[in-house]
T-cell receptor, first 112, second 115 residues
Framework: DAGVTQSPTHLIKTRGQQVTLRCSPK?????VSWYQQALGQGPQFIFQ???????QRGNFPDRFSGHQFPNYSSELNVNALLLGDSALYLC???????????FGSGTRLTVV | KQEVTQIPAALSVPEGENLVLNCSFT??????LQWFRQDPGKGLTSLLL?????REQTSGRLNASLDKSSGRSTLYIAASQPGDSATYLC??????????????FGTGTRLQVTL
């Protein structure tokens, strides 16, 4: 049973560019959340998608946007990249409140 | 606003030792608490999930306890091995309605088990 799949694994972008990260949730999961993890820090919540709608959003600017597709997969888009956007981006999926989250291996984004 | 603190930030122990990692949270209105392991540059691997109604959960050499009223959880690792070296993160999920909600993480405890 495949877990959470993220692509790409690594990415290097230039300041000002735009980037799209992708996530396929674990089979049976319908909710996808995105987190940003800076070096040496705990993951910070970006937003969560359920039934193709953004259900919750963390303290991130509008440059961060997302989408969930009918098959529950999701994309995270970041516009006008800043050097400070360099981080590990983690996708997590879940189903229902009772059960825990399953995380993917992450996408390492470097902005130069 | 929920805040999660993990102590110590880093820990180095010789192989075979039993150890305890601590996690505290400021808002006791949680739904559950999850412990994760993270290897350098990698994603998170779930270790244990404790519901707010539970006191502890066990998996192999790992035991996690939860005292919701005092806002504390501990992760006990028995007979530590070099392969246990990683960063351990705790995360709390808030209570209330809704089908899902965000996790609030601590900054982690970086564990090194030496030979």
């Amino acid at each position: 049973d495949a877990g959470v799949t993220q692509s790409p694994t690594h990415l290097i972008k230039t300041r000002g560019q735009q980037v799209t990260l992708r996530c396929s949730p674990k089979s049976g999961h319908d909710t996808v959340s995105w987190y940003q993890q800076a070096l040496g820090q705990g993951p910070q919540f970006i937003f969560q998608y359920y039934e193709e709608e953004e259900r919750q959003r963390g303290n991130f600017p509008d440059r961060f946007s997302g989408h969930q597709f009918p098959n529950y997969s999701s994309e995270l888009n970041v516009n006008a990249l800043l050097l400070g956007d360099s981080a590990l981006y983690l996708c997590a999926s879940s189903s229902g409140q009772k059960y825990g989250y399953t995380f993917g291996s992450g996408t390492r984004l470097t902005v130069v | 606003k929920q805040e999660v603190t993990q102590i110590p930030a880093a820990l180095s122990v010789p192989e075979g030792e039993n150890l305890v990692l601590n996690c505290s949270f400021t808002d006791s209105a949680i739904y559950n608490l999850q412990w994760f392991r993270q290897d350098p540059g990698k994603g998170l691997t779930s270790l244990l999930l404790i519901q707010s109604s539970q006191r502890e959960q066990t998996s192999g050499r790992l035991n996690a306890s939860l005292d919701k009223s005092s806002g504390r959880s501990t992760l006990y690792i028995a007979a530590s091995q070099p392969g246990d070296s990683a960063t351990y993160l705790c995360a709390v999920r808030p209570g209330g309605g809704g089908t899902a909600s965000k996790l609030t993480f601590g900054t982690g405890t970086r564990l090194q088990v030496t030979l």
